[in-house]
């Protein structure tokens, strides 16, 4: 901004210096010490008053600037430094400590509204002598309360030795993929009802590496959820975008479009007997975690979609996990965020030790 006439919009205001002028501006970089922001009672626009000199508004330093009655919705701050600044006399340095400890609070309001869910994801992995030493290993492991719902998502061929292994245990037995038909000619294919009669509870849905290796698209996985439904198994319902997906900025139209056919034709009542798993495709075995925020922001999306298809109380109650290289050193982090209800682990599953770990921090 070279001129300042340039920027003065409403030559009727007095022009002392800077004093009672109408800016319709954009500032970059400006000196504003001593500089009043005051918000005009008539027509609500701002008035600056300044002892600032110079025309030059570029370089603002607003160290002892006073800004009244403000809206700052909608303004981004970067690099900023806190310390010494108070909004309405309270230091900015304890606000923000003290909206840390509210969104502490909210989430723990919100694992009131949603039980965490750890559920492995053990893959093509282990024989049936190895799935029942892991599992009694990770039973033996966990020391703690467990107040969040345990699940291994086994191969078809370890599920009942698992569940033996598992007995009256905290662990409970998934599988990893049904079919949508209930029987008939699908050589190699389990369908719904067989987990069922078997005791299972979960299957995991429409996993990007089905979709990737297996040809599994959105109708198909739409299909099984349902099939899954009415066999009265609990879906986890996998999403999440590629890497190119989330570069070219399109990882919301790719969950939001994921949820709106996975779910399609899927009722209120049926979808609040389903988990929703978050795995940003890139994040998958790859020993790259999302951030927290970006975990957090995609969640947070899902639930969004979910309250514009069933309502704002069917979205509390769902419980949307993340998965994605989350393991015993991420775990926390990820689930201090509000909208992330656990996680669907692939690698640190396998581990007893580093999976009671990411139990234990579920269970706080
Ligand atoms: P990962 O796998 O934890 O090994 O990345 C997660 C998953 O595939 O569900």
Redesign the pocket.
């Known amino acids: 901004m070279s001129n300042i006439k340039e920027v003065i919009s409403d030559k009727n205001y007095e022009l002392t210096g800077f004093s009672r002028c109408k800016f319709g501006g954009e500032f970059t970089e400006c000196n504003m010490s001593g500089t009043k922001f005051i918000k005009d009672n008539i027509d609500g626009s701002w008035l600056i008053e300044s002892s600032a000199t110079g025309m030059g508004l570029d370089r603002v330093n607003f160290s002892g600037s006073c800004f009244s009655s403000c809206d700052f919705s909608n303004v981004e701050i970067s690099s900023c430094k806190l310390d010494g600044m108070t909004l309405n006399g309270i230091s900015a340095l304890e606000l923000l400590e003290f909206y840390k400890q509210n969104h502490k609070e909210n989430n723990n309001m919100n694992r009131e509204l949603r039980k965490p869910v750890m559920a492995g ?1 053990w ?1 093509m992995n282990k024989t049936r002598p190895e799935a029942v030493k892991l599992v009694k290993e990770l039973a033996a492991a966990v020391d703690t309360e467990v107040k969040c719902e345990v699940i291994a998502c086994v191969p078809f061929t370890d599920i009942e030795s698992a569940q033996n292994a598992a007995g009256v245990s905290f662990i409970k037995v998934g599988a990893q993929n049904c079919h949508f038909a209930n029987s008939g000619a699908y050589t190699g294919e389990i369908s719904a009802e067989m987990l069922k009669e078997m005791g299972v509870e979960y299957v ?1 849905l429409g ?3 089905r979709r990737q290796y297996f040809g599994e698209i959105d109708e198909t996985v739409n299909k099984r959820t349902k099939a899954a439904l009415s066999a009265g198994l609990k879906p986890i319902v ?1 999403v999440g975008e590629l890497l190119w997906e989330r570069e070219c900025n399109i990882t919301e139209e790719v969950v939001a479009r994921q949820i709106k056919l996975d779910f399609f034709n899927i009722s209120a009542d049926e979808i609040q007997n389903c988990i929703i ?1 978050y ?1 940003p495709v890139w ?5 790259k ?1 999302a951030t927290e925020d970006q975990a957090q922001e995609v969640c947070a999306y899902i639930r969004s979609i979910i309250a514009k298809l069933y309502g704002q109380n069917i979205a509390d109650g769902i419980r949307i996990l993340y ?5 015993e050193g991420n775990v926390e982090k990820l689930l201090a965020e509000p909208d992330v209800d656990g ?7 396998l581990k007893p030790q580093a999976f009671a770990a990411m139990i234990k921090a579920a269970s706080v």
């Open positions: 994801n893959k995991v996993h990007s590496e996998c798993a795995e994040a998958i075995g790859t020993g975690t998965g994605g290289s989350m393991n996680g669907l682990v692939g690698g640190a599953s």
